[in-house]
């Protein structure tokens, strides 16, 4: 887990905030949602599990305290589950696009997806094996959190959003370059 994230919102400059979410896998803990580490209270669970246990009692009650957020693994079909997802858009604080590696690029898919579809304001964070190289087309498309590999260097990270000073494509960020 990283320490700090790089927080780009639609109408700031990217900057570097406190993690306070944990990545959970859903793994073990008989279902449960783990025992957080390092004092955090706010857990990112996977979507299927989410889709499994969110009509559980404490799950909902800590949902509607903002203490859950879910994130989507590159394969889940999001679409096919949009009704859950219009729901979560009024509980969840936080989604994450998980990249299990960098070179597979459906999250970004998933990004756009949550800004265009679903009409999603709340943070999406791009997480798991998520390069500097990708931070400009990710915040393009809607990520405005991005959670680095743990051996990126976030310093050199920040400096890549002011490589260009105009965009010629479409963005979420509406930032398109208008040529006279």
Not at 50 to 66: C, F, M, S
Not at 91 to 118: E, I, K, M, N, Y
Request: glycine share 8%.
């Amino acid at each position: 887990m990283n320490h700090q994230i790089i927080y780009y919102p639609k109408d700031a400059k990217p900057s570097l905030i406190v993690n306070e979410w944990q990545v959970w896998d859903g793994e073990c803990n008989g279902g449960g949602i783990p025992d957080l580490e390092y004092g955090l209270h706010k857990v990112l669970v996977p979507f299927h599990w989410w889709l499994t246990h969110h009509k559980n009692a404490d799950i909902w009650a800590r949902a509607q305290e903002g203490k859950i957020g879910v994130w989507f693994a590159a394969d889940d079909d999001i679409l096919q589950h949009s009704e859950v997802i219009e729901e979560g858009k009024s509980l969840w604080p936080v989604v994450g696009a998980h990249f299990p590696v960098f070179r597979d690029g459906r999250s970004f898919s998933t990004a756009a997806l949550l800004r265009d579809r679903f009409e999603w304001q709340g943070e999406v964070r791009a997480i798991g094996d998520v390069l500097i190289d990708q931070l400009l087309q990710g915040a393009r498309v809607g990520f405005d959190s991005f959670e680095l590999r743990p051996d990126q260097n976030i310093d050199i990270a920040l400096k890549q959003f002011n490589l260009y000073s105009f965009a010629t494509q479409n963005s979420w960020r509406d930032q398109r370059a208008t040529i006279a």
